[in-house]
C-alpha cells in the first residue's frame, strides 16, 4: 500500500517517508480551507482534515474522500486500516488532538463514519450507521420522551444551513420532511389572528405596529411627523396585505417557538444529554409595542413538550461533541430549539384585552447550536411525535387500568378488615338502601336508595338527556323490548344484549339509562338496562340481607383487582 | 203612494241603519280608548319587552279583550294565554271598584322554565307529566260602596289537573281601605315609595279591623291529579301490604273541630267528605253557614283574630264540608 503523507507545508520527515513507502508530493485537489492529512494514488482516495492551516485541534475532524474508482471503495475494513496508518502522523503533527472522527465519502455520499481517541492509541474503529427512526422503549408505566439516536457530532460549522433547508446530516439519520412556518414567534401567531380577524387588521395602530415591526429604522425616524408617517403607513398598510395573503395556509396552522436552553451532563446510561422543557404553556411576546387592540402577548398551551427530553448521541459521539464544544476547560452546552407547533382548530378567542391561549401540539423540533439557527444538530420529526403521543396515549390507558386495580385491591382490602363493622351498619339501613347498594358497583353507600319513577322521570325532562337509575321492576310481561311493568308501573324495560330476558311477574334489580319524550302530557318512560339481577324472592328479599351485601361488593373488588 | 207598512218598513230601516252605525261607530272608538289605556299601562309599567298581544276588540260596554297575549318571563319562555279579557269594569271617582278577569287557554310553560333556570321548583309536576300547565281562569272583584261589602270570585281549571271555585264576599271593608288598595295596584312599580306605601297602607289596615267574613264558598277537584299521582308513583318500593289510603281526616281532627265549637255531626259530616274525596275522588266543598257576618277581629284590633286555625275558622263560621 502507498499512502502519501503530505503536510501542505514543510518537507516530509523521512522516518514518515520510510514508514509509508512510496511516497510522493503532489497537489492538492481539495479545497483550499481543507488540511490535506494523505493521498494515496494507488488507493485513489485523500484524507482531509477540517481547518486548513488551523486543523489541529483536540477533536479532529476528517474526511476520507475515495476516488470513484478507488479499490477501497465499499471496503470498510481496508478504509480503517489506512486511517489506523495515520496514527503516527496524527499524533506527531498534532499533540493536542485527543480524539479524531473520519467521514468516508464515497462517490460524493457519506458511506461511513470512523471514529478513534489518541488515549485508544489512534485505532479507527466504525460507528454504527443511525437507525431513521428512534426506538421507543415502551415500559408498562413509562413513556421514553423522543430522542432520536446521533451517532455521530454534527459537522464542523463550516457549512450554515438554514431552518428551510434541512439538509440531511453527514452523520445524521435522514432528515424527516418537516414543514417550517417562514414567520415564527409572535409574528406568526399574529398573522393568524389578523388573517381570522380583518378588521383588526385594517386598525391604524396595527397598521403602525406592523411599519414597526417591518420599516423599524424607518418608523423610528419618522413616527411623530405625520406628513412623513402616512406614505409609510401606506407602504407599511400594503406589505402587511401581501403578507398575510401571500403565506401559505400551512403557515397559518402552525406557530414556531424558539427556545434557548442547554443540555445537562451526559448521561452514560441512556447515552444522551439531558434537556428539560418543564412547562407546558408557551408565551410570545410583541416585539414593539404600540397602543393598539393588539395583544401584547400570544400564547400557546402545548401539553406535549416534555417530549423533547435531550439530545442522544453514542459515547464516542458524545465525546467529540463536547470537546469541540470545549474552550478555556469549559464545555458550551447551549443550544437552540425550533419547535413547529400545530395550532388546534379552534384557534383563539377573545379573553378581555388579550386572547385565550390557544391550544396546539408539538410537530416536530430541530436542534441547533447556535441562536442563528444555523448550525443544525438533528431533528424530530411529525412521524417521531405521533408515536410518542399514541405510546403515551396507551400508557395513559394502562395507568389508568392499572391505578384502578390498585385502587380496586386497596379497597378490597380495607373492606375486608371492616366486613363485620360494614354489615352491621348496612345492617340499619333502608330496605331501598341496601337493594341500591347490591345493585350498584362501588363503595357501601350508606345514604343512596333506590330511585323512584317520578323523581327519576323529572331528573330525565329537566337535564334533556337519558339518566342512570337504579331500580327495582316487576315485569308485566315476557320479552327484552319495551317491557311494561307491574311496578312502578308506567315503565317499559329494555334489556341489552347479554343480559337475561324478562320473565312475567318476576322482579329484577336493574341499572341503566332512562329517558322520557319531551311531548306534554306523556307519562311513558323507557329504561334500557346496563344490568339486570333477577331476584330469586318476591322483591329481591335476598339482596336484603347485609352480609349478602358486603360479599358481593367483595366479590366485585376482588374481580376488578384481578 | 207609499202605504202606511212601506212608511213603518222605512223608518225601521233608518233605524236598523242608525243603530248599526252608531255600534259600529262606537265599537271603532271603544276600541281605540281601550287600546289607548292597555298599551299606556304597558308603556308606564316597563312592560314592553315583557307583554304582548295579538290583537284587541272591546265594546262600548267596558269589557275588552286580548288575543295571543305573552308574558316574556326570557327571551326563550314565555305564558301565553289564547284570550284575556277584562269586564264589569266598574269606576267611581276615577278608582276601579270592580272587574271580572277572564283568561282562556293560558299556558305555563314549566318544563322550559326548568330547564332554563336549572330549577327543581318543578319536579314534581314534571315527574307527573306536567311539562305545560294549561287551563284557564276567572277572577273577579267588586265592591259596594253603600254596604260596604267587596266580594271576589275566583274560577279555574288545569288541564288533567283539576279545577277550582271560590266565592268569598267580607263586610264591613271601608272605601278608604278600597281606595288605598286601588292607589298602590295602579302605581308603577318604579314610582312606588316604600315608605309612603307603608304610611298609606298602615291606616288602611287599621280600618280593617271591622271587616267581617260573610260567605264563603271553596270547591276542589284534582281528579286529573289523582290520576296521575297513581299513575307514576314516587315511591322506589312497592307499597308493603294492600294499597294504603291516605288519611285526610283523623279522629283527633274531628275530635278539635268538635272542640272549636262545631256540631258533633257536622264535624262528623266534614270528616268523611273528606275521606271520600281522598278515596273517590270527585269535587270537595266547603261552605260557611252564618246567620250575620261574623267579624274577624275581636276587641277592635288586628292582634285579636276570630279564630287562629283552619279548625276554629270552619268551627266559627259553621261551615259545612261536603262532596
Known amino acids: 500500500m502507498t499512502v502519501d503523507y503530505r503536510p501542505s507545508r514543510g518537507i516530509v520527515p523521512a522516518a514518515i517517508c520510510v514508514a509509508f513507502g512510496a511516497l510522493w508530493l503532489s497537489p492538492s485537489p481539495a479545497h483550499a480551507d481543507d488540511y490535506v492529512l494523505a493521498n494515496s494514488k494507488t488507493h485513489k482516495l485523500q484524507v482531509l482534515a477540517d481547518g486548513g492551516a488551523a486543523w489541529c485541534s483536540p477533536a479532529l475532524r476528517l474526511r476520507m474522500v475515495l476516488d470513484a474508482d478507488s479499490p477501497d471503495s465499499g471496503n470498510a475494513a481496508s478504509q480503517m486500516e489506512i486511517m489506523s496508518r495515520l496514527k503516527t502522523p496524527i499524533a506527531t503533527d498534532c499533540k493536542t488532538a485527543e480524539s479524531a472522527i473520519v467521514s468516508v465519502i464515497d462517490r460524493g455520499k457519506t458511506t461511513g463514519t470512523f471514529a478513534a481517541t489518541a488515549k485508544g492509541g489512534w485505532q479507527f474503529a466504525a460507528l454504527p450507521a443511525p437507525p431513521t427512526v428512534p426506538p421507543i422503549e415502551q415500559k408498562a408505566d413509562e413513556v421514553k420522551p423522543i430522542v432520536p439516536p446521533v451517532a455521530a457530532p454534527a459537522p464542523a460549522p463550516t457549512p450554515t444551513p438554514t431552518i428551510a433547508q434541512t439538509p440531511a446530516q453527514t452523520s445524521a439519520p435522514a432528515a424527516p420532511t418537516i414543514m417550517m412556518p417562514k414567520e415564527k414567534g409572535y409574528i406568526g401567531l399574529l398573522l393568524r389572528i389578523l388573517k381570522d380577524n380583518p378588521a383588526l387588521a385594517a386598525e391604524e395602530a396595527t397598521i403602525k405596529f406592523w411599519a414597526a415591526y417591518k420599516f423599524n429604522r424607518e418608523y423610528s425616524q419618522v413616527q411623530f411627523q405625520e406628513f412623513k408617517l402616512q406614505p409609510l403607513l401606506a407602504r407599511a398598510k400594503d406589505d402587511l396585505s401581501q403578507t398575510i395573503s401571500s403565506l401559505p395556509q400551512a403557515d397559518y396552522e402552525r406557530g414556531v417557538a424558539i427556545f434557548n436552553t442547554s443540555f445537562d451532563a451526559y448521561n452514560f446510561q441512556k447515552q444522551v444529554f439531558p434537556i428539560t422543557l418543564n412547562f407546558d404553556q408557551v408565551t410570545f411576546n410583541t416585539p414593539h409595542y404600540i397602543q393598539s387592540s393588539l395583544p401584547s402577548t400570544i400564547a400557546l398551551k402545548v401539553p406535549d413538550l416534555d417530549a423533547i427530553a435531550g439530545i442522544p448521541m453514542d459515547p464516542t459521539a458524545a465525546q467529540a461533541f463536547t470537546e469541540r464544544r470545549t474552550r478555556w476547560n469549559s464545555v458550551n452546552r447551549s443550544v437552540s430549539i425550533a419547535v413547529v407547533i400545530k395550532i388546534d382548530p379552534s384557534g383563539f378567542h377573545r379573553d378581555g384585552w388579550g386572547y385565550q391561549a390557544a391550544l396546539g401540539t408539538v410537530e416536530s423540533a430541530t436542534f441547533f447550536t447556535d441562536n442563528e439557527l444555523r448550525e443544525q444538530i438533528f431533528q424530530i420529526g411529525p412521524d417521531e411525535f405521533a408515536k410518542w403521543r399514541q405510546a403515551k396515549a396507551e400508557e395513559k390507558v394502562a395507568a389508568a387500568a392499572a391505578a384502578a386495580q390498585r385502587e380496586a385491591e386497596l379497597r378490597r382490602q380495607q373492606m375486608l378488615a371492616m366486613r363485620e363493622q360494614y354489615i352491621r351498619q348496612i345492617g340499619t339501613a333502608s330496605t331501598s338502601v341496601k337493594l341500591a347498594n347490591f345493585a350498584n358497583d362501588g363503595p357501601l353507600n350508606f345514604y343512596a336508595p333506590l330511585n323512584n319513577l317520578r323523581a327519576a322521570r323529572a331528573a330525565a325532562l329537566i337535564s334533556g338527556k337519558p339518566v342512570a337509575v337504579t331500580m327495582l321492576v316487576q315485569a308485566g310481561s315476557s320479552g327484552r323490548s319495551t317491557i311494561d311493568t307491574s311496578f312502578p308501573g308506567s315503565l317499559q324495560v329494555t334489556v341489552m344484549d347479554g343480559q337475561p330476558d324478562l320473565k312475567s311477574s318476576e322482579w329484577y334489580l336493574v341499572r341503566g339509562l332512562l329517558s322520557v319524550p319531551d311531548s306534554a302530557g306523556t307519562l311513558a318512560a323507557q329504561l334500557t338496562t346496563q344490568a339486570v339481577y333477577p331476584c330469586q324472592q318476591p322483591k329481591c328479599a335476598e339482596a336484603q340481607d347485609p352480609a349478602v351485601i358486603v360479599d358481593r361488593k367483595l366479590a366485585a373488588l376482588q374481580g376488578g383487582a384481578q | 203612494m207609499l202605504t202606511k207598512q212601506h212608511k213603518i218598513a222605512i ?78 269594569l266598574t269606576m267611581k271617582n276615577n278608582q276601579v271598584r270592580g272587574f271580572t278577569v277572564t283568561a282562556e287557554q293560558a299556558q305555563v310553560p314549566l318544563l322550559a322554565l326548568a330547564r332554563e333556570h336549572r330549577d327543581n321548583s318543578f319536579a314534581e309536576a314534571l315527574g307527573l307529566g306536567y311539562t305545560v300547565l294549561g287551563g284557564n281562569i276567572t277572577l273577579s272583584a267588586h265592591y259596594d260602596d253603600e254596604k260596604n261589602l267587596i266580594a271576589i270570585e275566583s274560577a279555574g281549571a288545569v288541564d288533567d289537573a283539576g279545577s277550582w271555585e271560590a266565592k268569598i264576599k267580607l263586610g264591613g271593608v271601608s272605601p278608604y281601605a278600597i281606595d288605598s288598595l286601588a292607589a298602590i295596584a295602579s302605581t308603577p312599580p318604579q314610582q312606588i315609595n316604600a315608605l309612603q306605601a307603608l304610611g298609606a297602607a298602615a291606616p288602611a289596615l287599621q280600618t280593617l279591623v271591622g271587616t267581617t267574613v260573610a260567605k264563603v264558598e271553596l270547591a276542589v277537584n284534582v281528579d286529573g291529579y289523582r290520576r ?57 266543598r266547603i261552605a260557611t253557614n252564618l246567620d250575620q257576618p261574623l267579624p274577624i277581629f275581636r276587641n277592635g284590633s288586628i292582634m285579636t283574630p276570630s279564630f287562629d286555625s283552619f279548625d276554629g275558622f270552619m268551627a266559627a263560621t259553621k261551615s259545612r264540608v261536603s262532596n
Open chain 2, 11 to 88: 223608518a225601521a230601516g233608518l233605524v236598523v241603519v242608525t243603530v248599526g252605525g252608531g255600534w259600529l261607530f262606537a265599537k271603532h272608538q271603544a276600541n281605540v280608548i281601550a287600546k289607548d289605556q292597555i298599551d299606556g299601562f304597558i308603556i308606564r309599567h316597563n312592560l314592553g319587552g315583557t307583554v304582548a298581544y295579538r290583537e284587541l276588540s272591546a265594546s262600548p260596554f267596558g269589557s275588552a279583550t286580548l288575543s295571543d297575549v305573552s308574558v316574556r318571563l326570557s327571551p326563550a319562555t314565555a305564558i301565553t294565554v289564547g284570550s284575556l279579557s277584562v269586564s264589569d
Open chain 2, 228 to 284: 296521575r299521582d297513581a299513575q307514576v308513583t314516587n315511591h322506589d318500593l312497592p307499597p308493603e301490604g294492600p294499597s294504603t289510603v291516605p288519611t285526610g281526616m283523623t279522629a283527633n281532627d274531628e275530635y278539635k273541630l268538635v272542640q272549636a265549637g262545631m256540631a258533633p255531626s257536622e264535624a262528623r259530616a266534614a270528616r268523611e267528605a273528606v275521606q271520600s274525596w281522598l278515596t273517590k275522588g270527585g269535587t270537595l
